[in-house]
Every structure is written in structure tokens, then in C-alpha cells.
């Protein structure tokens, strides 16, 4: 008896201890509500520009050469000034050149002097062969002598032409208002002759040219926009958003590049502080008008998801969902869309980081900080 009952007592205790060692059971886990602020989708009317990388280059660019050799007198413009047109950039030594005119000049006078004789010969013995006083075989050396003699003042003449051109060739100044390169021979040279003949290269930078190659696919747009009227694009100094000039579309060219299959157009644009050069890159902004209507969001609420873009929707109990959106272009610092949510929706601009597909948000957009509680003042203390 006394065994039976020291058996219960033990598996008393054993129960007892086994419960005290037990956990207590689990709270109930409650879903976590994060805060967010929102914004509303809405419909804006967007600028509608469109950016390419250009190339500067100039209308007119021309290599200077000594066309007559001759000592190279005086340089008038220095290298890298700007000239006027009709200012005289090379002077070369002009003195062969006018001894060579007034020589030929003279031939002119003695030709002139030899027809003159040998027209009055011909015209004094033309009775004579009338009345068989000469012969005619007299006569037609007569007139052959004339002849003869006017074909040499035409040689004469040209060479005094000729002579003329080669003394204008040793002055070379500037058809247009452009900028001097780097001389590549200076004075006191003889140039001229087939290893110095290029004296220095003049391009004309003001105005410019923006040279930008578009898809073909998007000539048609182009075509239409320029038949209504200017099309004007900016162009922008490559890595200095400062420097920036206006201008309009003013060619086409003739045919799409198989290799490329792009259009080359030419933006011509002024350049009165001589700042961008031929041959600097340059951005190529064209203003293609404005579209209306346009769906536009945040920036900061788009987030990517492996290759596509996302915004957090916020549903009517206030959980959210993700949705895919397509983007048409940025426009400062929200984001254009061509299809995505609605306008009216809600989308979450800020805390997206740690939301996923039905979390619930409390909306703080517009939260205001609860007023401080009231203080009842302590009693003050009772003297006795």
C-alpha cells in the first residue's frame, strides 16, 4: 500500500515538472501597417522633345592656297583671329607678277600696232585688185597678214589677262567672316610651288551647323512638323549644360544611310560668342510641339522589377498591388507615361522600399502632428 502510494506521488511530481518546463503558447502575430505618402494620378499636356548626339560643323570651310609661287610677304590676320570679308589675310611679293604685266601689256601695244599697219595695207591695195593693178594672190596675202595680226592681239590680250590674274593671286583675303587656323608657313617663305602650297585653313563659325542623324522611321513625324512650318531644336555644348544656343531645322538629306539606316539633319544655329567650334560634339534637343492628356507620375514612385518598371497602387482597403508601367519620356521630375494606372489612383511616392503585394499602408500625406495633450497644473502645496 505504501508503494502504491509513494508511485502516485512520484508521477505527480514528474507532471508538475513537466508543465513548469512547458513554453507558454505563441501571441497572435499582427500584421504590420506601414506608413507611406501618396500622390494622385493625373493628366498633364506634356512638351513633346526629342534628343539626339550631334556633331557641330561649319557652312563654309576653305583651304588657303598660294595659287602663284612667290615669296611670302606679310601676314595680315593673325593665326586664330577672325576675319572680315574682303580683308586681306597673305600678301606675296607682288613684284615679279607686275613686271611680268607690264611686260605683257607691251606685247599688247606691238600686236595692236601690227594689226592696225596690217589692216590699212589691206584696205589701201583692195581698189587695186579690182582694176588688176595687184593680183589676187597679193592681195589674199594681204589680208592673211591681217589676220594674222589680229589673232596676235587676242594672245596678247589674254596674256596681259593672265598676267593680271597672277598679280591678284599674290593678295588672298576672306570671302566671308570666319576664323584663321594655324599657319603653316610664314614670312619670308617661298610658297607657291607643290610642297607649300596650303598656307592655312578659314571656317566660318557664326552661323553653325548641328549635324544629328534621326531614325528613318521617325522621318515622316519630321516631314510633317517641317511642312507647317520652322522646326526648331536647341543644341547644347557637349558636357556644359550652360552653353546652349537655338536654332531651327533647315536640311534634310537626300537618303537614308544603308549602313545605319538613320537621316541626317542639320540644325543651323548662332554663335556670336564663338563658343562651340566644328567638330565639337553637342546634344540636339528638338521641340516637337506638346501632347495632352498625358499620364504622369512621380519619379521617385517608380521602382524597377528585373527589367520592367513598376508603381505601387493603393486599393480600397488600403493594401497595395504593383503595377507594370510603360514610360513615354521624364519631364523634370515626374515621369510620362503611355500606360499604367488611371488617373485618380493613388500610388505611393515615398517608403515603396518596404512594401510588397498586399501590405497595408496609413496614408501620412497630409498628416498633421496631434496636438499636445492639455497639462492640468499641480496643485499647489498646502501650508499648515
Known amino acids: 500500500m505504501t508503494s502504491i502510494r509513494l508511485s502516485i506521488a512520484s508521477f505527480l511530481i514528474a507532471s508538475t515538472l513537466l508543465l513548469s518546463c512547458a513554453k507558454p503558447p505563441a501571441a497572435p502575430v499582427r500584421p504590420t501597417v506601414i506608413s507611406v505618402t501618396t500622390a494622385l494620378v493625373c493628366a498633364e499636356t506634356i512638351p ?201 531645322i533647315v536640311f534634310a538629306d537626300n537618303q537614308v544611310s544603308t549602313s545605319t539606316s538613320t537621316l541626317m539633319l542639320r540644325v543651323e544655329f548662332d554663335n556670336p560668342n564663338l563658343i562651340f567650334r566644328p567638330g565639337v560634339y553637342a546634344d540636339v534637343e528638338v521641340d516637337l510641339g506638346a501632347q495632352p492628356n498625358v499620364l504622369v507620375v512621380p519619379e521617385q514612385a517608380v521602382f524597377a522589377r528585373e527589367a520592367d518598371l513598376y508603381v505601387w497602387r493603393v486599393k480600397a482597403d488600403n493594401t497595395v498591388e504593383s503595377v507594370q508601367i510603360k514610360v513615354l519620356k521624364k519631364a523634370g521630375s515626374m515621369v510620362a507615361l503611355t500606360s499604367g494606372p488611371q488617373v485618380g489612383d493613388r500610388i505611393v511616392v515615398e517608403g515603396i522600399q518596404r512594401l510588397k503585394t498586399g501590405t497595408k499602408i496609413i496614408d501620412t500625406t497630409n498628416a498633421t502632428p496631434a496636438p499636445a495633450p492639455a497639462t492640468t497644473p499641480a496643485p499647489a502645496p498646502q501650508t499648515k
Open 48 to 248: 513633346l522633345k526629342q534628343s539626339y548626339p550631334g556633331i557641330v560643323a561649319s557652312p563654309r570651310s576653305i583651304e588657303i592656297d598660294a595659287r602663284v609661287e612667290g615669296f611670302l610677304l606679310k601676314q595680315e590676320v593673325a593665326d586664330g583671329s577672325a576675319t572680315k570679308p574682303g580683308q586681306v589675310i597673305y600678301r606675296i611679293d607682288p613684284k615679279p607678277f607686275e613686271a611680268s604685266l607690264a611686260a605683257s601689256e607691251g606685247s599688247l601695244v606691238q600686236a595692236i600696232a601690227q594689226r592696225d599697219y596690217a589692216k590699212k595695207e589691206m584696205d589701201r591695195n583692195a581698189p587695186l585688185v579690182v582694176s588688176s593693178a595687184i593680183s589676187q594672190q597679193d592681195f589674199d596675202k594681204l589680208v592673211a597678214n591681217f589676220e594674222v595680226a589680229e589673232g596676235q592681239v587676242l594672245t596678247a590680250d589674254a596674256n596681259v589677262l593672265t598676267a593680271k590674274i597672277n598679280l591678284s593671286y599674290c593678295t588672298m583675303s576672306s570671302p566671308f567672316v570666319g576664323l584663321l587656323g594655324a599657319s603653316h608657313f610664314f614670312e619670308g617663305a617661298v610658297v607657291g610651288n607643290p610642297n607649300t602650297t596650303n598656307l592655312n585653313s578659314l571656317v566660318q563659325i557664326d552661323p553653325l551647323w548641328a549635324q544629328f542623324s534621326p531614325s528613318a522611321t521617325e522621318w515622316p513625324k519630321y516631314a510633317a512638323l517641317m511642312a507647317k512650318g520652322t522646326l526648331q531644336a536647341s543644341v547644347t555644348f557637349d558636357g556644359a549644360e550652360s552653353i546652349s544656343a537655338i536654332g531651327k
